[in-house]
C-alpha cells in the first residue's frame, strides 16, 4: 500500500447518505448532470437557497437563525465552512489518528493482524482530507466517514470526524476491509456480485464498534434495545453496498446483504468476538 491519498473504493457506511439532513427537493435548481443515471447534484443559488457565500458569516448564520435560509442553503453554508476549516479539521483528524495508532486497542490490534498478511498502516497511508458532501435533486445529503483503497490505503473524512472515538470506529472499520482484502480475494465493485460487498461490510459494521447501543443511541438518537445491534449492521451494510457501482438500488443491496447475512454476521475473525 502506498502513501498516495487514497481515492476510496469502499466507502465507509455511516455517512453514505445521512438522516440528520434532509432537505425537500427543490423546484427550478440548477443542477449538475450525473453520467451514472444518479440523482443530480445539486448546485447552490442565492436567490432561491438564501445562502450567499460572498457575504460574511454572521449575516449568513443569521438568515439560519431568523429561518431565511432554507434546509438546501444551510447545507452549501456547512460545506463552505468545512473549506475554510479544512487545514484546522485535518490537523485535529491528524492527532485523533496518531493517538489511536499508539493507544487504542482495537486499532492496534488490527494494525498487528494487518502486518501478519504482509501488510502495512500507518500514517503514511492513513490519511486525513476533507471529503466534500453532496445534496442531490431528490433531497438526499451524500456523505461519508472515510473510506479503503487496497492500492492506497485509508482516507478519513477530517470535516466528518466528530471525536477520538468516532475517528477510533471509522479507522477500525476500514482497517476491517483492509484484513479482508488481504486474506481474501474481493471482489470490491461488484463485477461479479455483490455478494463480496455485503459480507465485508457487514463485518465491518460488526466489528469496529460503530453499532453499539452507546454510539446510536446518543449519536443516532436511536434508544431500540431489542435487536438494535443486528439492525444497526444490516442498515449500514445495506448503505454502503448501495455506494458501489455495480448496485442498481436498495433492492438489490438488500437482497445482497440478506444473501451472505447468516454466514457474515457470525465471522468475527481475526477477533475472537465482538469487543466494541
Not at 500514517?123 to 451524500?142: F, M, S
Not at 483492509?178 to 455485503?198: E, F, I, P, S, Y
Not at 457470525?266 to 477477533?271: A, N, Q
Request: hydrophobic content about 30%; overall charge neutral; aromatic content about 10%.
Amino acid at each position: 500500500m502506498s502513501s498516495q491519498p487514497p481515492n476510496p473504493a469502499v466507502s465507509e457506511g455511516t455517512s453514505s447518505t445521512s438522516s440528520q439532513t434532509q432537505p425537500s427537493p427543490p423546484t427550478a435548481a440548477k443542477t449538475t448532470l450525473d453520467t451514472k443515471g444518479f440523482p443530480a447534484i445539486m448546485q447552490n443559488d442565492p436567490k432561491r437557497t438564501g445562502f450567499d457565500p460572498k457575504t460574511s458569516f454572521w449575516i449568513n448564520y443569521f438568515k439560519v437563525l431568523t429561518g431565511s435560509m432554507t434546509t438546501e442553503g444551510q447545507f452549501h453554508f456547512r460545506e463552505t465552512m468545512y473549506k475554510e476549516n479544512e487545514e484546522k479539521d485535518c490537523k485535529r483528524c491528524e492527532g485523533y489518528r496518531d493517538w489511536a495508532l499508539k493507544y487504542s486497542p482495537t486499532v492496534r490490534f488490527m494494525q498487528d493482524k494487518i502486518y501478519a498478511l504482509n501488510g502495512k498502516l500507518d500514517k503514511t497511508n492513513i490519511v486525513c482530507a476533507r471529503c466534500p458532501a453532496r445534496l442531490t435533486e431528490d433531497g438526499q445529503v451524500h456523505r461519508q466517514a472515510g473510506g479503503f483503497d487496497p492500492n492506497t490505503g485509508i482516507l478519513i473524512c477530517s470535516n466528518e470526524v466528530v471525536d477520538q472515538g468516532h475517528l477510533e470506529d471509522t479507522l477500525a472499520h476500514e482497517m476491517v476491509h483492509a484484513w479482508d482484502h488481504l486474506r481474501w480475494k474481493m471482489d470490491w465493485v461488484g463485477d461479479k456480485d455483490l455478494k463480496h460487498a455485503a459480507c465485508t461490510e457487514i463485518r465491518a459494521s460488526m466489528l469496529s464498534g460503530e453499532c453499539r447501543w452507546t454510539r446510536e443511541a446518543f449519536t443516532r438518537h436511536n434508544f431500540t434495545l431489542t435487536q438494535q445491534f443486528q439492525d444497526c449492521v444490516r442498515r449500514r451494510a445495506v448503505q454502503s453496498v448501495m455506494a458501489r457501482p455495480r448496485c442498481k438500488d436498495d433492492v438489490q443491496a438488500t437482497k445482497a446483504v440478506n444473501q451472505v447475512w447468516d454466514s457474515c454476521f457470525s465471522d468475527t475473525r481475526p477477533f475472537d468476538d465482538v469487543y466494541r
